[in-house]
Every structure is written in structure tokens, then in C-alpha cells.
């Protein structure tokens, strides 16, 4: 007896075992097995089509089709329970919510993989009323289209079209076609008989039917999704020639710095060295090491137009070198500033590990097979990211708080109570705007009755996940910021307290860091009006922000096609690859400006850089307003604000990474080339 009841309870648990690893989250069923059946939405589009309007998104059964007549029609429940699956919500994530995947249960009853096909039907409880028959119209007349999923596969289908300009006419017979390899489904197709169109009228029923035909096949599980990925369209052969174009622009640009690198710099340095007795009786210019100095030409430096042309005497403070007294003078709006570079590393970080995460996907599953999953990695890639928006805004703000109070008094006192203002600004400023921007798509959203909407209780979990774990986050990395060992240099200090550098051998700095090398004067100097147009920042930041655009607005193209045509994105490798021609780009493109700007000797270098990688955003705006008017056929007011809203949001995003970028590689070239020239 004993042993039975082992044995049964063993057979009891294999078999509870078994009825829970059949479903749809593991995708594995057995024969008989019910298979959820879901409907997502119908997109409309006001005059041309489903395509043209993604985000103007109704529920199913917004339209008057009739319920699946089985077991969970309505009429056959009892009204004290309601255990029926018609038109139930299922269980939605947060990133499935903002992605906006709101599935519903169909009420048809499908099982897995029967012996032989089956029909579903349903007729009109009563005859369309004029309001129905419009409605359905007015869904042929423009070509509305249905959503549905069945074990996370998408199928669509059209509603119905017109004969001519004034018949409309809906279709009522439908094949699903399933395809299975033993136990998991591979692929779905709807099937819509033309045979079966009717003519819409007020007063007249509708029978509905939907077939379900079960083939087997010896396609593999993890070749189901490749039929959604249009390949032949994102690996053309023009999407590889956008990369080599890109990387050939990289080469360009390295080149063009390396020529301000190695030819113009070595020759400001040589000049700055030169003294007026070198120049006026002792023999040829020397260097600290007895050496002649010469040009990159191998010319002596005696035999320089520049030298000659004054006489014989060089104004040893010229050009770049002239603004050594200010150029790591605080920028205006510190504070401000701070936090716009801590929000950029963040959205550095964060672009870098969701591209990485969505790179990864053969081994934890690829991203476009999982709804919501992009979504997850971003939320959690931000709020993990937090920590490195603090870190660095903190330590930013610790750096420049005492040049900007240089020769004040109370300047500590000052800095003292402003660093919260820096991180209280770090804090909100990006989920402020995407608050703003969101609140009012939310609100059309809502009123215009699409599911497109984010509901109260999925903002309520993200306020949470923010409250508690990103401000948390970015706070510890403030203080660790703040707290960190910032030191100006190892020399003598100067006019406020900040340390110049002591110059060694060849006027090479010789400070314990390099994180302000110079020392920053009392009173800052005026900026020169009569600079040549190419040192005028206005000038030079247009032309930054082309050059950006230019190595990104080929993969730009494939982005926008995959958010508003109804493209899964997939080559996330291209993505990494133009991710990192961008950085570069960016980076050579700001040091170029900067030069000229320090060269026309204006040493507000700071906002300078910011802009000039932050213009990229400008032109991705402009390139959005290009590909709604040209590539799309969008209308409405509804798809108008979805689309101009989101690439706002985009653009936003986009300006604060690069202006990020452009910012340290700038910080990066002046601190290098002040820290290699001989201060008196």
C-alpha cells in the first residue's frame, strides 16, 4: 500500500509538473493544451493607411465583432463569477504597458495542436444599428488593421476594404494557419477569405467565422521570429556602405587633430619658448637644451615671417597661450553645468549597456522576441546608472567651485551651499523632461481613447523605482563626488588660491595632477571683438554638429523606420559600431572648434564644447521633420504630437550625450596642451 501511494504521489507530481511547464511562457505544450489567444489593438489611419499612423491604436473590440460563441461568451457565464477568458486583460509588465502592449484575451478557445482543423463562429446578437455599420465604414474606408498574438508570434489582418469609392465591406471568414514542431508552435498566419466580404449595411447580421488549421513542420524554435525581421532590408548593402562611410569620416577627422596636434601645436610651442634675447643678438633661438629650434619643416624658427615681420622680437603671449590665465576659469552657471554633465555620463552609460545588453541577446534571449524587454533594460540600466550622474556632477561642481569664487570672499561658504543645488538639479533634470514630455502624450492618449496610454498604477512603479533606488543611487554618488581627493596641481598658488604649474625641462608642466594645471587670474580678462569668423563660436558650432549628423544619419534612417513602420531592429552590432563613430567623431570635431576658439584667444571654452556636440540634436530634429513630411504619410493630431513629441524626446537625449562626449574630449585637449607650455 505503501509503495502505491509513493508511486502515485510521484505520477501526481510529474504530471502537476507537466501542467505547469505547459504554457505560454515557456512555449512548450502538449496536445489538447489551451493556448492563449490575444488581441492587441486595431491601428487606424485617418486617410492612407495602417502604416502611417502606429501610435493611433483602438481595442479590438472597440469595433462591433461579435464574441467567440463557446464557453467564454458572456451569455454562457454565470454573472456571479465571470470565469470567463472574453476580453480578459492579461497580465502585463511595466515595460510591456510603456511599450504599449496591452493584450486582452480574444474569448476564442484554441487548442494545441488537434487531429483536425476547427471553426469558431459568431453572428450579431441583433442587426448593426447605423452607428455600427459606420463604424465599420469608416474602418474599411480607411483601411483599418487588427493585432493579435498567439503564443507571442504577431499576426494582422485588415478589417474589411472598399468596392469602389461607396461600398465598404468587412471581412467574416478567417484561417489562422499554426505551425508546430512537436511540442512548441513555430509560426502563425492570418489568412482573410476574399470570398467571404460582405457588404456593410444598418440592419443587417454578421456571421463571424475563424478557422484553425494545425500543420506540422521541421522549422526550428529559435527560427520563429526570423520571418518578422525584414534581414534583406537592414542588411543591404547600403547599411555597410553608411559604416564604411562613417569610419572613413573617423580617419578624416583623426588626421585633421593630428594635424593640429602635431603641426600647429609643436609650432605655438616652439614660438612660446623663444625669448626676446634669443631673438634680438645671441645667435639662432635655442631650446632649454642648447638645441636650435626649428619649424615642422626642419627651418630655423629665426627665419619666421612672424618674428621677422616685428622686428625681430615675439610676443612670446599669443594666441592660445594668451588665455592661460583663464581658461580653467568655472564656467558660467556652474551649477547648471554640472548637472547637464553628470545627466550626459549617465545617458552615456546607460545607451552603452542597453546596446550591449540588446548585442547580447544569443545568450539571454533576443530583445525583440519579449515584449517589453528593451524597456526593462532601459529603466534598469537608469536607475543603476544613477550613481555615475552623481559621481561625476560632484566632482565636477567640487573642481571649478573654487576658481569660480577665486579672489571672493565667502567663496566657500558660497560653494558649501550650492553643491545641493548641483545635485538636487542632477536628480530631476532628465526625468523632468521626460516627465513633461510624456504627461501630455499621456493626457491626448487618454483623450482620444487609444490603449496607447500608460495607466496610473505602471507610473506609480516607476515613481517608486526612481524614488528608491535612482535618487538613492545618484545622492551616494554626489557625496562620493564631493568627497573624492580633487587636487588643482603642485605649484605655487595664485590668485585665489588655485596652484599654477612649475614648468620642468622643454616648459613641460610638472604638477602632482593635471586636473587644473594653471593657475586662474582674479580678474578675468576681456574676450577680443575683432576675431576672424572661424573663432567665433557661432560659426564653428553648426559646423561641429554637421560633421556628428553626418557619420549617423544613414542608421538614423533604419531607427526611425523601425519606431514608426512597424520594423523590428535588429542589428545591434551596426549600432555599437556607429555608437562609437559617433563618440569619436564628436570628440575630434569639439577639439577642432575649441582650438579656434582658444586660438581667437576666447577662453569660454566650456559651453563651447557642450553646444558643439549637443548641435547633433538639432540636426536629427530637422532630419525628423524631413522623414515626416517625405518617408511617412502621418495625419492627425493624435500621430502628429506622438511623433514630434517622442523625437523631441530624442533629440533632447542625444544633445546631452554628445555635448557630454564633446566636453571631455575638449577637457582632455586644453588640459594636455597647458600642461606642455612654459609659464612664467
Not at 573663432?535 to 559646423?543: A, C, D, R, S, T
Not at 504619410?633 to 546631452?656: K, N, V
Request: glycine share 8%.
Amino acid at each position: 500500500m505503501k509503495h502505491f501511494s509513493s508511486g502515485a504521489g510521484i505520477s501526481l507530481l510529474i504530471a502537476s509538473i507537466a501542467s505547469v511547464t505547459a504554457d505560454e511562457y515557456n512555449h512548450r505544450y502538449s496536445q489538447g493544451d489551451k493556448v492563449n489567444f490575444y488581441v492587441h489593438k486595431e491601428d487606424w489611419d485617418g486617410k492612407v493607411g495602417p502604416y502611417a499612423n502606429p501610435q493611433e491604436a483602438y481595442p479590438y473590440y472597440s469595433l462591433p465583432f461579435c464574441a467567440p460563441d463557446n464557453e467564454h461568451h458572456p451569455s454562457n457565464q454565470d454573472s456571479s463569477t465571470q470565469t470567463g477568458l472574453f476580453n480578459k486583460l492579461r497580465s502585463n509588465s511595466i515595460g510591456e504597458y510603456l511599450g504599449g502592449h496591452t493584450l486582452r484575451n480574444s474569448g476564442h478557445d484554441v487548442q494545441y495542436a488537434p487531429k483536425a482543423a476547427y471553426t469558431e463562429s459568431c453572428t450579431s446578437s441583433s442587426p448593426l444599428t447605423k452607428e455600427e455599420a459606420n463604424t465599420f465604414i469608416h474602418a474599411a474606408k480607411n483601411q483599418w488593421l487588427y493585432q493579435m498574438y498567439l503564443d507571442d508570434l504577431p499576426v494582422w489582418g485588415m478589417v474589411g476594404e472598399m468596392k469602389g469609392e461607396t461600398i465598404a465591406r468587412v471581412y467574416t471568414q478567417r484561417a489562422l494557419v499554426i505551425q508546430y514542431n512537436k511540442d512548441r508552435i513555430i509560426e502563425v498566419d492570418l489568412v482573410s477569405d476574399p470570398e467571404s466580404l460582405v457588404e456593410v449595411k444598418p440592419g443587417i447580421k454578421l456571421n463571424f467565422q475563424t478557422k484553425f488549421i494545425w500543420e506540422p513542420t521541421t522549422k526550428e524554435f529559435h527560427s520563429r521570429f526570423d520571418k518578422y525581421l525584414d534581414k534583406p532590408f537592414f542588411k543591404h548593402h547600403i547599411h555597410w556602405f553608411s559604416l564604411f562611410n562613417s569610419f572613413m569620416m573617423v580617419l578624416f577627422l583623426m588626421g585633421l587633430v593630428a594635424l593640429i596636434l602635431v603641426r600647429t601645436l609643436r609650432k605655438d610651442y616652439a614660438r612660446y619658448a623663444l625669448t626676446n634675447t634669443d631673438i634680438e643678438g645671441l645667435g639662432e633661438p635655442l631650446d632649454n637644451n642648447g638645441e636650435p629650434l626649428v619649424d615642422e619643416n626642419g627651418k630655423p624658427l629665426d627665419s619666421d615671417p612672424l618674428i621677422k615681420s616685428q622686428g625681430g622680437h615675439l610676443n612670446e603671449d599669443s594666441g592660445w597661450k594668451q588665455v592661460h590665465g583663464d581658461v580653467f576659469r568655472a564656467p558660467t552657471y556652474l551649477t547648471i553645468f554640472s548637472a547637464i554633465l553628470g545627466t550626459g555620463w549617465q545617458l552615456i552609460v546607460l545607451t552603452l549597456g542597453v546596446i550591449l545588453f540588446a548585442v547580447a541577446g544569443p545568450i539571454h534571449g533576443e530583445i525583440h522576441e519579449d515584449r517589453g524587454k528593451m524597456q526593462h533594460a532601459v529603466i534598469y540600466c537608469y536607475c543603476i546608472s544613477s550613481i555615475v550622474s552623481g559621481y561625476v556632477s560632484g566632482s565636477y561642481f567640487k573642481l571649478y567651485s573654487a576658481t569660480k569664487s577665486a579672489g571672493r570672499s565667502g567663496a566657500a561658504k558660497e560653494s558649501n551651499s550650492k553643491w545641493q543645488a548641483a545635485m538636487f538639479l542632477t536628480v530631476i533634470l532628465f526625468p523632468t523632461l521626460v516627465v513633461g514630455i510624456l504627461s501630455i502624450l499621456n493626457g491626448i492618449a487618454l483623450t482620444c481613447g487609444t490603449v496607447n496610454y500608460i495607466p496610473f498604477l505602471v507610473i506609480l512603479k516607476v515613481f517608486f523605482l526612481w524614488t528608491f533606488i535612482s535618487v538613492p543611487l545618484c545622492i551616494v554618488g554626489t557625496l562620493a563626488g564631493r568627497h573624492a581627493k580633487v587636487r588643482h596641481g603642485g605649484g605655487k598658488s595664485g590668485p585665489g588660491g588655485v596652484a599654477g604649474c612649475k614648468s620642468g625641462p622643454g616648459g613641460a608642466a610638472n604638477c602632482f595632477t593635471t586636473e587644473i594645471p594653471c593657475r586662474v587670474n582674479a580678474i578675468a580678462r576681456p574676450i577680443p571683438d575683432d576675431a576672424p569668423w572661424y573663432g567665433k563660436p557661432v560659426n564653428l558650432i553648426p559646423f561641429a554638429g554637421l560633421l556628428s549628423f553626418g557619420s549617423i544619419f544613414i542608421e538614423l534612417y533604419y531607427v526611425l523606420t523601425s519606431l514608426w513602420n512597424y520594423k523590428i531592429y535588429h542589428v545591434y552590432g551596426f549600432l555599437l559600431g556607429v555608437y562609437c563613430i559617433l563618440a569619436i567623431v564628436v570628440s575630434m570635431a569639439t577639439i577642432i572648434v575649441v582650438y579656434f576658439c582658444l586660438n581667437a584667444e576666447n577662453y569660454l571654452w566650456q559651453w563651447t564644447a557642450l553646444f558643439s556636440g549637443g548641435s547633433t540634436a538639432a540636426y536629427v530634429f530637422l532630419y525628423g521633420i524631413y522623414y515626416f513630411l517625405m518617408k511617412t504619410a502621418m495625419t492627425g493630431f493624435l500621430q502628429t504630437m506622438f511623433y514630434f513629441g517622442y523625437m523631441s524626446l530624442i533629440s533632447l537625449t542625444l544633445g546631452m550625450l554628445c555635448g557630454t562626449i564633446g566636453h571631455f574630449s575638449a577637457s582632455r585637449f586644453v588640459r594636455t596642451i597647458f600642461q606642455n607650455v612654459k609659464l612664467d
